[in-house]
């Protein structure tokens, strides 16, 4: 069975610095990869999503990931924070003909102004 | 717009009385999803459908029933066999059901508090 693990349950950027946030998966094939954003009490949104081609991936709000297979890991990076980007921040990995999506635990992003 | 609404926002009830969450779609998804939210645990898989009149267990569906006569719609009762009802829910949609190679549309949940 997947499984998705996110090392870092909070972490701490200063606005206008880089960000990567970690997730590494555990799947035998090459598994679908999503991140998705949360904000305090609302649902979940889609960042980027990986299924096939290239690994380097865009999203919106110009975040970006990268999977790579070697390493089993789909970071997720953005240039410069902004203080909008304070959030809660989830990692998702699906498989084969089956439904289900596990999600990560979280990594919770905060911003100093 | 289209998108998924959810429900109550807030909900209080009682310990030992069933409890009725609302979720709607208008996108036209066939698949639709029940995940539970707790500090720290990531979200829970209660129950997914990806037909109408079909449904399937998720990983804690215990203490949960669902129904989904209509495709647009897919309410959850939490029933008084939950033994930790409190938590924060969240349904979902996508547009095809049997693949998890489909993006998820989440609705802002609901905040369900039993005391």
């Known amino acids: 069975a997947q499984s998705v693990t996110q090392p870092d349950i909070h972490i701490t950027v200063s606005e206008g610095a880089s960000l990567e946030l970690r997730c590494n998966y555990s799947y035998g094939a090459t598994p679908y990869l999503f991140w998705y954003v949360q904000s305090p009490g609302q649902g979940l949104q889609l960042l980027l999503k990986y299924f096939s081609g290239d690994t380097l991936v865009q999203g919106i709000k110009g975040f970006e990931a990268e999977f790579k297979r070697s390493q089993s890991s789909f970071n997720l990076r953005k240039p410069s924070v902004h203080w909008s980007d304070a959030a809660e921040y989830f990692c998702?990995?699906?498989?084969?003909?089956?439904?289900?999506?596990?999600f990560g635990k979280g990594t919770r992003l905060h911003i100093l102004p | 717009d289209g998108g998924i609404t959810q429900s109550p926002k807030y909900l209080f009830r009682k310990e030992g009385q069933n409890v009725t969450l609302s979720c709607e779609q208008n996108l036209n998804h066939d698949a639709m999803y029940w995940y539970r939210q707790d500090p720290g645990q990531g979200l829970r898989l209660i129950y997914y459908?990806?037909?109408?009149?079909?449904?399937q267990k998720g990983d804690i569906a215990e203490g949960y029933s669902v129904s989904r006569e209509k495709k647009e719609s897919f309410p959850l009762t939490v029933t008084s066999a939950q033994k930790n009802p409190t938590a924060f829910y969240l349904c979902?949609?996508?547009?095809?059901?049997?693949?998890?190679?489909?993006?998820?549309?989440f609705g802002p949940g609901t905040r369900l508090t039993v005391t």
């Open positions: 459908s990806q037909i109408v009149n079909d449904f």
């Open positions: 979902a949609s996508s547009s095809m059901g049997g693949t998890a190679a489909t993006e998820q549309y």
């Open positions: 998702a990995v699906g498989a084969g003909r089956d439904d289900k999506i596990i």
